[in-house]
């Protein structure tokens, strides 16, 4: 795997001259040692407004002509290839007031989400500052680096256990009626959202932020010593059934995790 410090050190630089921006910080893979040949440069550009798109433009076509700019539809973002390292670069911007609402709704107002709740408290406590004059940056890092409160971990599981199996639109009724139907489509978009919410109980238990999708599995192993006993098999078996299995496979995995959540005294 190429060395990314250089390409890191280039393009933060060139984002740190513009006066919009706050902060530049490097994230992902990139900020904890666990890239490889697959992982891009990811980026977080703060800033104290929207950057304006032909800013953005000219700090990604003065790395890559050819660089794709705007891919706004998951949130301000731009990617390039960089020429001299040959690695994917990925810009993501977001202004310094979201930010801190984000970080305020876990720690302060306890507001979960339905899967991935605590996403971008896992973000700001791993990304690394590269450009953060103010100290904006560190402070927040500060702030989500912070105990885990009870009342985001209690929400957390409050929100998203119900509505695997125990609700009338639950995963698992919904799943039922996709099945009986022979809707391929929707079992496989009612099973990756079942486990949005499966993980999302288990990372609330062990307090530990939400890392996102990527290497799951493996992660959870690593960060949460709390988890159903046959999570991994639970999972790998949900992922691979078929129509005929898929609700015996759910039902498996949802009774270890009312078991972890028995065990803790968190099963409602």
Known sequence: MPD????????????ATLPEVVAVAVAGSASTGESDDLSDVDLYVFT????????RAAVAYGFAPAAEVGHDRWGP???????????????????TGWMEDAIDRLLLRHEPSVGYSTCFLHSIRLCRPLHDPSGWLARLKERADGPYPD???????????????DTRSSYRAQLGKAVAR?????????????????????????????????????????????RPASMRADVERLVAAGPAEVLVALDAASDGLDVLLALEGLLA
């Open 4 to 15: 990314q410090n250089e390409t890191v050190a280039r393009v933060s630089a060139a984002f």
């Open 48 to 55: 104290r407004e929207d950057l304006p798109l032909e800013k």
């Open 77 to 95: 973002n731009d990617e390039w290839e960089d020429p001299a390292s040959g690695e994917g670069v990925d810009a993501v911007y977001w202004t």
């Open 151 to 165: 009342g985001l971990r209690a929400a957390v599981i409050r929100h998203n256990h119900p509505v695997l199996r």
């Open 182 to 226: 022979l809707d391929a489509v929707s079992v496989n978009h009612r099973v990756a959202a079942y486990l949005a919410s499966y993980f999302d109980v288990i990372y609330a238990v062990n307090r530990v932020p939400h890392p996102g999708e990527k290497r799951l599995l493996s992660l959870t192993e690593r960060l949460c010593p709390l």
